[in-house]
């Protein structure tokens, strides 16, 4: 698990990472000058001021915690002849409390309003040079930094936090900057953002299998514009052949269909294939299955605002409940008696259109299913009886032989392996196979015969010499 530490440090990399970048490419653009140079700092030593306060030497520990680093860009124009001019600084800095990441491992809180301006306050250079400040803070701010503007002169501030969803929540309170400059201090490029769009549409692949999905929730959910999930979208239904995208009344809805092939899309089968086309019923099963699978689609996405609905009308009416018990006045008590009566009904009448949705949903998911066993019945252009009779009987002859041959394979390499052996291979595999009694008096009968030949052998010379004799 990842302690908050290590959590403010990996975002204080990723966000001076993403800033380096989109800054370094933007320069002469929208920064002023026109040439830059850049200068890196950090406040290590008041990260070792803390920990010497609490009386903590580890630098083990020193390494997992921010470092409070960041740079600074000035640009310069041309004054004179060879001199120049500072025309504009952009600093982008992190801001995260050492003493609540020292102090245990819970997340740190968010960072207040007086804490931003002091640490703006310190990185101002010279207040006649336009500043553009960016601060990040890996715990959040406070609200009351989000929409109080900062009262500096020549200073531009962009707060900077990261979101659970997993980007950025990046804002210019006062407005002196416009939309293209704040873009620059978003570290998640749109590569990133595209690629965060397509894991959300595979962790709600579950969703498209019996509705859609729509640009705009998931846009409100995830913190992307819309076009840009749209965008998604479509790099999604290229890679999927079975994805589809679809736009009407302004809405754009991502939902599965049926696969259909590139050359009948795109217009470039041939003339003879075309002529095909129009006298068979092939591709008409996959072009009924898109457009079941679209108008499924948007009564889901209906059916799933009604739910939204009817859980918000509960709610209210849970709190009318609750304040008509708490008070005590009689006339009240009729008020909110008649309000909760018509949130019945309202309730009531939501949950009929629901389920009569549901119903819709439920006669297309059942034609769409009969469709896609159509047309895999007919992709698939199974074999006839015929044609499986007699492959199973060129089968079953065909092992017949197999059959036959490998005995009689077996029968030579039996037969050659006998022929092959020697008599004294036989003698030794006579031995071998014998038991452990039979060896054991071949064995004495050998060493006793072995014995037994010196003995003889001056005998047989005696008798030799003899004869000779």
């Not at 509960?314 to 009240?332: I, P, W």
């Amino acid at each position: 698990m990842t302690t908050a530490a290590e959590h403010a440090l990996e975002t204080e990399s990723a966000y001076l990472a993403g800033l380096s970048a989109n800054l370094g490419s933007s320069a002469g653009g929208v920064m002023p000058g026109k040439w830059f140079d850049r200068q890196e700092f950090d406040r290590a030593d008041r990260v070792k001021a803390e920990m010497v306060d609490r009386r903590i030497y580890d630098r083990s520990i020193l390494a997992k915690l921010p470092q409070g680093r960041g740079f600074a860009v000035r640009g310069y124009e041309r004054r004179w002849i060879f001199g120049k001019r500072l025309r504009g600084v952009t600093i982008a800095s992190v801001l995260s409390p050492p003493g609540p990441l020292l102090e245990s491992e819970k997340p740190a809180p968010p960072v207040s309003l007086g804490e931003v301006m002091s640490h703006v306050r310190s990185l101002v250079e010279n207040d006649k040079t336009p500043h553009v400040i960016a601060v990040c803070s890996p715990s959040g701010f406070e609200e009351s930094a989000w929409n109080t503007p900062v009262d500096l002169p020549n200073v531009a501030l962009v707060l900077v936090q990261p979101e659970t969803t997993g980007g950025w929540r990046v804002n210019n309170a006062d407005g002196k900057l416009n939309e293209r400059q704040c873009r620059l201090f978003d570290p998640e490029d749109i590569n990133k953002k595209i690629e965060r769009v397509r894991r959300a549409v595979e962790e709600r692949s579950a969703d498209l299998l019996t509705g859609g999905l729509l640009a705009s929730s998931m846009a409100d959910g995830l913190g992307l514009p819309e076009r840009l999930v749209a965008e998604a979208f479509a790099q999604a239904a290229k890679a999927d052949p079975e994805l589809r995208v679809s736009r009407q009344d302004g809405e754009v809805m991502l939902y599965r269909g049926a696969s259909m092939s590139s050359d009948r899309e795109n217009g470039s089968m041939s003339l003879s294939d075309r002529i095909k086309s129009l006298f068979s019923r092939q591709g008409e099963e996959a072009r009924k299955i898109n457009e079941l699978s679209e108008r499924r689609g948007r009564l889901s996405v209906k059916l799933d605002r009604i739910y939204e609905e009817i859980g918000k009308l509960e709610d209210k009416e849970s709190q009318l409940f609750k304040d008509g018990k708490a008070t005590a006045s009689k006339v009240a008590k009729r008020r909110f008696a008649g309000q909760i009566a018509q949130l019945q009904k309202d309730i009531s009448r939501h949950n009929t259109s629901a389920a009569i949705l549901g119903k819709q949903i439920n006669v297309i998911s059942t034609h769409i299913h009969n469709l896609e066993l159509a047309q895999a019945g007919s992709v698939a252009e199974l074999p006839s009886s015929e044609e499986l009779t007699e492959a199973a009987v060129n089968a079953e002859e065909i092992l017949e032989q197999l059959g036959a041959s490998d005995a009689l394979v077996s029968s030579l390499e039996v037969g050659m392996a006998e022929a092959s052996v020697s008599a004294d291979e036989a003698a030794i595999l006579k031995e071998l196979e014998a038991g452990p009694t039979e060896r054991t008096a071949g064995g004495e009968a050998g060493r006793i015969g072995e014995k037994a030949a010196p003995e003889a052998q001056p005998k047989r010379r005696d008798a030799d010499q003899a004869q000779a004799e």
